[in-house]
């Protein structure tokens, strides 16, 4: 019988370490990994780690490995494998890919950047102005953290060449609308670098639908290890300047991209991402179904489904308490919320509420995240910031109650 509802009983148990008493709520900052991440890094240093790309068997054992782990994330979020890159994290992806783009730019040529986003999508482009390309900042609401669309048509010119943003910022948790905001950007003849860190672990990603010239995320915040993943389009990363040694070849993608190589036991580890996926899908629904992508997103669907009401339970308190300043959308009534939630109680330092719920075993994180220019344009201290709760599916209401009653005499 197929099931209505995430069986987070099944999910739990995917996750060695949820049973060590804590209610974990800094999943926006790393989440765990599933027994079958674990499992396949394991595996792969066991039994296959020597040099790939040669072509006895032990190497090419490896090559398969190395190769599945990034068809597995190139399915997840509907790209093709040579249009992954498998990079340390997403500030060094952007990092590269900003080298990478950088020469394609003359002089005068526009580039705008949000004071929403995380760093990552931000402070690799804003250098490019040593290089004479004009930065603009498309700025947020500083009573909310919102971005206007109008004002972004107001910086959009004929010399607009990439507008970078984010899917979901890690500090305000506001979902935007990707694919209509690409449309906009591609008709005014820009390219679109989206940072879909914050999106990822909630809502399933598909480049194709989205449009998107180019797209990061963080496995180690998907449930995956330490990786971070940048999409581009083929067309785009062919004419990118190779960013590695001279005699990788202009059309050797991803790899000229991706300066000495992916971390080789962790993209394996990747593989272990889908076989989470894949549990919990075939522990859910009957329905036999080819498509890895599709599989994904049904089970997406649940994860959407539960962290709603998860997220909600901790909004509705929120809400009633006077005089606190909640960020972002109130509610995850229609779907444009992401279910990491951040507040600030005037007159009380958030590291001090931090510090009251780790003595009740309540791991929750407070400051900026390294969103500094979104903290900072919302009139806080970027160092106290926030108190941030990032949620995550395999979170129970149990422990958000938990958490409500740590937090309701404190705030
Ligand atoms: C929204 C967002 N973007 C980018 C990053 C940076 O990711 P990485 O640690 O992989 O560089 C983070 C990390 O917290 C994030 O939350």
């Not at 394609?104 to 804003?126: K, M, Q, S, Y």
């Not at 700025?139 to 971005?147: K, Q, T, V």
């Not at 972004?152 to 890690?170: E, G, K, M």
């Amino acid at each position: 019988m197929p099931r209505e509802s995430l069986d987070l009983d099944f999910v739990r148990r995917q996750f060695p370490p949820l049973g060590n008493g804590w209610a974990f709520f800094e999943n926006a900052g790393g989440s765990y990994a599933p027994q079958s991440v674990i499992d396949r890094v394991r595996s792969y240093m066991t039994e296959a780690q020597v040099q790939p790309a040669w072509s006895f068997a032990p190497s090419a054992d490896a090559t398969e490995r190395i190769a599945r782990g990034r068809r597995a994330v190139a399915e997840l979020i509907n790209a093709e494998p040579d249009e992954v890159i498998v990079g340390p994290s997403t500030t060094m992806n952007v990092y590269v890919l900003a080298q990478a783009l950088r020469s394609a730019f003359a002089p005068g040529d526009e580039l705008i950047v949000t004071n929403l986003d995380h760093e990552a999508n931000n402070g690799a482009w804003r250098r490019l102005a040593e290089f004479g390309v004009t930065v603009k900042e498309w700025r947020i609401d500083p009573s909310n953290g919102a971005l206007a669309e109008a004002d972004l048509d107001a910086l959009l010119t004929d010399r607009t060449r990439l507008v970078c943003f984010t899917h979901c910022s890690n500090v305000v948790g506001t979902i935007h609308d990707v694919a209509h905001l690409t449309r906009k950007i591609h008709a005014a003849g820009a390219r679109v670098c989206v940072d879909g860190v914050a999106f990822a672990p909630h809502r399933q990603v598909d480049v194709k639908a989205l449009d998107v010239d180019f797209y990061t995320f963080s496995a180690y915040k998907v449930f995956g290890p330490h990786l971070g993943i940048l999409y581009g389009k083929r067309e785009h990363l062919l004419s990118a300047r190779g960013q590695n040694h001279f005699f990788i070849g202009e059309d050797d993608i991803p790899l000229k991209l991706n300066p000495g190589g992916p971390n080789h036991e962790l993209t394996a580890g990747l593989v272990g991402v889908a076989d989470y996926f894949d549990a919990v899908y075939r522990h859910h629904f009957d329905a036999p179904e080819n498509s890895f992508h599709k599989r994904a997103g049904r089970v997406y669907a649940l994860m959407a489904a539960h962290e709603e009401r998860l997220a909600d339970r901790l909004l509705d308190f929120l809400r009633g308490k006077p005089g606190l300043r909640l960020i972002g959308e109130p509610t995850m009534a229609d779907g444009r919320r992401a279910p990491t939630i951040s507040f600030a109680v005037p007159g009380r330092s958030s590291q001090a509420l931090q510090t009251a719920l780790e003595r009740e075993r309540i791991a929750v994180g407070y400051g900026n995240f390294y969103a500094h220019r979104c903290v900072e344009a919302l009139g806080l201290d970027p160092e106290d910031g926030v108190l941030r709760v990032g949620m995550a599916h395999y979170n129970r209401l149990e422990e958000v109650d938990r958490l409500i009653e740590a937090l309701d005499p404190l705030i």
